[in-house]
Each structure stands twice: as structure tokens, then as C-alpha cells.
């Protein structure tokens, strides 16, 4: 399924390890122990609630939903995710629109390993994690391209100068692209 229950095998509170992505840290919010905060090098990068995937804790991630709803109204939907971290947007997608099919595209192996360890994400293709550079997965038949990515500045110029100089959207015509603000 999408990712319910328990943090599989981590102690929370500042636990961590070091990936190709940088330092992975993980712990429990106070407002709700059932939130979990994973952070790469101290920026959040998502914001996981264990006991109920299709909560979003982001407001940019719910403003993405809302957008995809006004988009899609209902019904399952196909997405390219460029980066995953915790994948909290893949697992509420799959939560709130069953019969998804989702890609995520993460450079990082270990972190997509630990994503899966840590928070349930079972094998499906509700939700798939591959391994590899989101470059290569852009332009292929795999949905809705949805950009969430901590390095979306250097992925971005990446992918228009590959392009002219913007970035195409899927063959249907939908595509989203996040970034966290920097001051």
C-alpha cells in the first residue's frame, strides 16, 4: 500500500544518517507525534503522518493537491514524481485517489532504500521508487510530471537547457514544479 503505520525500526529525535543527498535526520513534531520531519542537510524536506498518508503537512504539497484537483477532479491519477525524499506527496496521492500509478524518480539509492525502511512504503505501483537521475524520466509515457525536489534551482536550468530553454509538459498538458522558498 501507500506507507501506514509505525516508523519501521528508527528511533526519532535527531536520528540520521549520511547519504549521497547529504545529512538524513528524522524526528517527531511536538504538535503531533504522529508526524514525522525528515530533513536533508536541516531543510525540511517532508512531512510524513504516519497513522494517515492523505494528510499533508506542507502547505505547498496541499496547494499542489488543490491544483491537481481543480485539474482532475476525481478518479486515479498517473504521475512522474522528480525527487521523493520521504515521498509524503506520492503516499497522500495514492491515500486520497485510489488506483494511482506513480513514479518516483530519486537520485539517491540510499535514501530511497530508507524511504521505503522507514516509512512502510511497500512495493506497488501505486507508489514505485527508482533509482536514477529524474532527468532520464522526463518525456516518457509515466503521468503527470510533479517537481519536488531540494535542488529544484539546479534541476530545473538542467532540464530547460536541455529543452530551449523551458520546460515541456507532459503529452496531456499537466505539469506542476515546486521548490521551497530561500531566503
Known amino acids: 500500500g501507500a506507507g501506514t503505520g509505525a516508523l519501521s525500526g528508527v528511533a526519532c529525535g535527531g536520528c ?3 547519504t549521497a543527498a547529504g545529512r538524513v535526520t528524522l524526528e517527531r513534531t511536538p504538535e503531533d507525534p504522529q508526524v514525522v520531519l525528515l530533513r536533508i542537510d536541516g531543510l525540511e524536506s517532508s ?3 504516519l497513522s494517515d498518508p492523505a494528510v ?3 502547505e505547498y504539497m496541499e ?4 491544483v ?3 485539474v482532475r477532479p476525481a478518479g486515479p491519477v498517473r504521475a512522474l514524481h522528480l525527487g521523493g525524499a520521504g ?3 506520492p503516499r497522500a496521492w495514492a491515500a486520497r485517489r485510489p488506483g494511482s500509478r506513480q513514479l518516483v524518480a530519486e537520485v539517491d539509492p540510499d535514501l530511497a532504500r530508507l524511504a521505503r525502511e522507514w516509512f512502510d512504503l511497500q512495493r506497488s505501483p501505486e507508489v514505485r521508487i527508482r533509482v536514477g537521475d529524474a532527468r532520464v524520466r522526463v518525456g516518457g509515457d509515466h503521468g503527470h510530471p510533479v517537481g519536488d525536489r531540494l535542488e529544484v534551482r539546479r534541476v530545473v536550468l538542467e532540464l530547460a537547457g536541455q529543452r530551449g530553454a ?8 499537466d505539469a506542476s514544479l515546486s521548490a521551497p522558498a530561500r531566503p
Do not use: Y
Open 16 to 18: 540520521g544518517v549520511t
Open 47 to 49: 512531512a510524513l503522518h
Open 56 to 58: 499533508l503537512d506542507f
Open 63 to 66: 496547494l499542489m493537491s488543490r
Open 68 to 70: 491537481l484537483d481543480a
Open 87 to 89: 515521498c509524503a506527496l
Open 166 to 173: 523551458r520546460a515541456e509538459p507532459a503529452a496531456h498538458g
